[in-house]
């Protein structure tokens, strides 16, 4: 027998006809579709209140009061995921497209052309199966690779949240502030993933990473031909968020030049690619983060004031996670699963000593530190606990440690060059790593040229 789809589909036919019904009867049946009939209106909801209906072709014209069009209406209130065909002769053609304003799939003329009707169902049977494969890989693919599930227990945090829940399905913008590596991208997908913009993009730029003309190519696109290797007009990520969020990451290490451009596209929410004439109007909610503090680069000139008053329209502080040790046995655990899960290990736990390490632990790296601790861990862990932690030594090793292991005979001076060069990496070290080994990033937070810092690299192999 022939059927249409693998799993075996209903429809309901309804007509006033009975010969009609019969003749579609029989066709759905060698079709492999269980079918119910009707010939009015009352009989046909009754049989939507009680069975599971995938298709229905309606009449539009049914003896009683009420017609297939409220038939229609009846049946969407009930479960909007029906298709709905309308069956009209050529007279009533204005109805039928009516009908399907309220949300028929498409409309058949009689007399009926079976070939024709079943191709039509096939076709739009086929499109609500991919709908609902793409919905249900979708939303696989955020929950995978945009996690923003926000793990805490702390006061501070939990406030936060609660006020990224009463401004989330607002357009205002919000700033994110706080160390590297606290989660400011994590709360930044949180706002959009759980708000009313969710079905649209969230896209993400890190404006430390770029040089000035790559991040206005960036945000706002160019034409073909607006600067050498422009071969192609490019779509910037203002585009590719409309109606949804763009999260501008390090925006506090954006040129005065590029800030005064966005300020620009702030407050009369337009743009223009580069290379082009063409005004493009977005509905885009920005959300903003830096680890800088933007008063003291205000003072300084190297950020402006209006666009930080654009920015800052709601203001959220992330701690930094030594100031959060009750999140840090549950941020362990979820990382715990999360990389069980994608290396198919079944890790119980971390030793109780190891615990007690990290409450106690400075944590340069915060979140982004520990997830890479754990991620390391489980990887490498051959029992069902974790035995050990790849600790960094920045801050963590105690002064009389590096006394008693090198300092024992030797003069005074040569013992402190030893001293500073051993803090001086485990510095280095630390501030790389908190800036995912962004090299001029770094120069900045250590206030040295990136000549010297690439030196002090090579000079302790870093």
């Known amino acids: 027998m022939k059927t249409l789809l693998k799993d075996r589909k209903s429809i309901l036919v309804v007509d006033d006809e009975k010969g009609i019904r019969y003749g579609l009867v029989k066709l759905f049946g060698r079709e492999g579709f269980d079918v119910f009939t009707s010939e009015n209106y009352k009989d046909a909801v009754e049989i939507v209140s ?62 009926i052309d079976n070939n024709k009707l079943l191709t039509i169902i096939r076709k739009n049977l086929e499109i609500k199966t991919l709908r609902a494969e793409n919905s249900f890989l979708k939303k696989a693919l955020i929950k995978k690779v945009y996690s923003y599930d926000f793990i805490t227990d702390n006061p501070a945090v939990k ?44 896209v993400g730029i890190n404006c430390a990473a770029l040089s000035d003309s790559l991040l206005l190519s960036e945000l706002f696109g160019h034409e073909r031909g607006a600067f050498t290797g422009a071969v192609e007009q490019k779509i910037g990520k203002f585009e590719l968020a409309d109606y949804g969020t763009l999260f501008l990451d390090e925006v506090g290490d954006m040129s005065v030049d590029v800030q005064s451009k966005l300020l620009r596209v702030l407050e009369e929410r337009s743009f223009e690619r580069v290379g082009g004439t063409k005004k493009i109007f977005v509905d885009v909610r920005i959300i903003a983060a830096t680890n800088r503090n933007i008063t003291d680069l205000i003072k300084k000139g190297r950020f402006r004031q209006d666009l930080y ?84 030594d920045s801050g963590g090793t105690d002064l009389f440690d ?33 800036n995912d080994h962004n090299r001029s990033k770094t120069a900045r937070d250590l206030d040295i040229t990136r000549k010297t810092l690439a030196r002090k690299i090579d000079k302790y192999n870093l």
């Open 50 to 111: 009680k069975k599971k209906i995938d298709i229905a072709l309606l009449d539009i014209r049914l003896k009683g009061p009420q017609d297939g069009i409220e038939l229609l209406k009846e049946i969407k209130k009930r479960d909007p995921g029906v298709i709905v065909f309308m069956v009209t002769g050529h007279g009533s053609i204005p109805n039928s497209v009516a009908a399907m304003q309220e949300g028929a799939a498409d409309y058949i003329l009689k007399p």
């Open 159 to 202: 406030d936060v949240i609660k006020v990224a829940d009463k401004i989330k399905n607002i357009a205002a913008t919000v700033l994110i502030t706080g160390e590297s590596g606290v989660g400011k991208e994590v709360l930044a997908r949180y706002i959009h993933f759980t708000s009313n913009r969710r079905e649209a993009n969230f």
């Open 309 to 392: 008053y654009r920015l800052n329209v709601i203001s959220c502080y992330l701690p930094p996670l030594r100031e959060r040790t009750e999140d840090i046995p549950l941020l362990s655990d979820h990382f715990l699963k999360q990389y069980n899960r994608r290396y198919n290990k079944n890790v119980q736990g971390i030793e109780s000593y190891l615990l007690d390490r990290l409450r106690s632990y400075h944590w340069p790296g915060n979140v982004r530190e520990l997830q890479n601790m754990i991620n390391q861990a489980v990887l490498l862990c051959e029992g069902d606990m974790i035995t050990s932690l790849s600790f960094q």
């Open 402 to 434: 590096v006394v008693e292991a090198s300092g024992q005979g030797k003069p005074l001076k040569e013992f402190l060059e030893e001293v500073v060069s051993h803090y001086e990496k485990q510095l280095i070290a630390r501030v790389l790593s908190s």
